[in-house]
């Protein structure tokens, strides 16, 4: 039983173009891969990137995203979206899994409730290539909920448990759990330290906290990520509680300095939205927590995605810049130009003519940050 649990609370057990869009185990073809496409050099496992990680977010952090963000920061860990274990075991399992190498250190999030099948999706995760391997404790969605996975589950601690043995069985890159800090029901931190004891005793060792408690009814998904507070002393006190265990906080933090702050207390912090809509947060993150020389340039990054957009146009007859573009609206928020930016993009990205050179247009028109150019540009 560990430390902070409760008395009796203990529980349970082509060419280069066909080389990148074709979906095979990373393993068996990473080291060509890179010897085409390499941008960024791969760096660290899960663990060393969970320092400063990007949360797995729903129709955001594809591999399209996820390749942007890691021209931001090479070293924060990255997280696929939640991907449910019948949709891997039934769907198309290369589609789903596909990522390009450089996008290392990754982790794959997973979401379902049944030990044998979330065994069976970690399994091919790690034979994908994967470092880490993530279960979904924390989604309060209403169908989500339907299929008896996310934060429902933190009802059920035997359960988990049970799914963490069977996952860790099956592989010996890290498992890991995202939770919230209780739901509607069982929200105290007492039963959130039973919990996460009863998960510590099936051997998982790294808790990603969503600082706040998620509401199972009446709550949307949005609302559920702005209205229940942010409650971060709780993860402070869960991780004085379980001093060995790996507690990394989540929810709400918008910049570097917030993150340190949160940093003298927990072991990493998680950002979500503002990874997402103002990436260019994470063009601190290496020196600043990793200790690496890596300081990119905005028009860099832009240059950086115009091979990797046109391999991926050029791949299949469907695919367009604006697959990609999409994630990349907030790159210059905050700055002059960005307006520009986002609009050039927005407004062209989605024709089939477009090309990546649009990337580099609309990064002159930021750069010179005016209506003037914009008309010249567009022209
Ligand atoms: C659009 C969207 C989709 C999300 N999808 C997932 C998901 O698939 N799995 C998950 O664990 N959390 C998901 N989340 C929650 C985030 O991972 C994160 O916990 C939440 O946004 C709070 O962090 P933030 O305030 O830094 O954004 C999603 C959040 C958003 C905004």
């Known amino acids: ?3 902070g649990q409760a ?5 349970c057990v082509q060419n280069v173009t066909n080389l990148l869009w074709t979906s095979r185990p990373a393993r068996q073809h990473t080291a060509r891969m890179n010897e085409t496409f390499s ?7 899960a663990g060393q990137g969970r320092r400063i990680s990007v949360a797995p977010m729903m129709a ?8 942007f963000l890691r021209q931001i920061s090479r070293s924060c860990l990255l997280y696929t979206e939640m991907l449910a274990t019948t949709a891997l075991l039934h769907g198309d399992r290369e589609r789903l899994l596909a990522y390009s190498p450089q996008e290392h250190p990754l982790a794959l999030q997973l979401g379902g409730s049944d030990p044998d099948e979330l065994a069976a999706c970690a399994r091919l995760a790690a034979d994908y290539g994967y470092d880490e391997v993530n279960l979904n404790l924390g989604c309060p ?11 429902c589950l933190m009802k059920q601690p035997s359960r988990v448990a049970s799914c963490l043995q069977a996952m860790q069985d099956a592989v010996s890159v890290p ?30 060792q790294t808790f990603v906290v969503h600082a706040r408690i998620a509401i199972l009814e009446g709550l949307s998904p949005q609302e559920n990520r702005s209205v229940p507070p942010l409650e971060y002393e709780r993860v402070y006190q869960l991780k004085r509680s379980f001093p060995e265990l790996e507690i990394i906080l989540n929810g709400g933090v918008t910049d570097l300095d917030q993150a340190e702050t949160h940093l003298r207390e927990v072991d990493g912090v998680m950002l979500g939205r503002a990874a997402y809509y103002t990436p260019w947060v994470l063009s601190g993150v290496d020196e600043r927590f990793f200790g690496q020389p890596h300081q990119p340039d905005r028009h860099q990054v832009l240059e950086s995605m115009v091979s990797y957009a046109n391999a991926y ?46 990337l580099l247009q609309a990064g002159e028109l930021s750069r010179a940050g005016s209506t003037q150019s914009y008309m010249s540009v567009s022209q």
């Open 7 to 11: 008395p009796g609370s203990h529980c």
């Open 60 to 67: 955001l952090t594809d591999r399209h995203c996820r390749y």
């Open 1 to 3: 039983m560990h430390p």
């Open 141 to 151: 969605s209403s169908r989500v909920q339907q299929g008896g996975i996310g934060a």
């Open 313 to 358: 146009i050029a791949s299949r007859d469907t695919h367009r810049l604006s697959h990609i573009s999409r994630h990349m609206l907030g790159l210059f928020n905050g700055i002059a130009g960005a307006r520009l930016f986002r609009r050039y993009l927005s407004e062209r990205a989605h024709s089939r003519q477009a090309t990546a050179e649009l």
């Open 175 to 204: 498992v890991t759990v995202k939770i919230r800090l209780g739901v509607s029901g069982r929200s105290s931190q007492q039963e959130l330290v039973d919990f996460v004891g009863c998960l510590a005793n099936a051997g998982c």
């Open 39 to 45: 941008t960024t050099p791969i760096t660290g496992k």
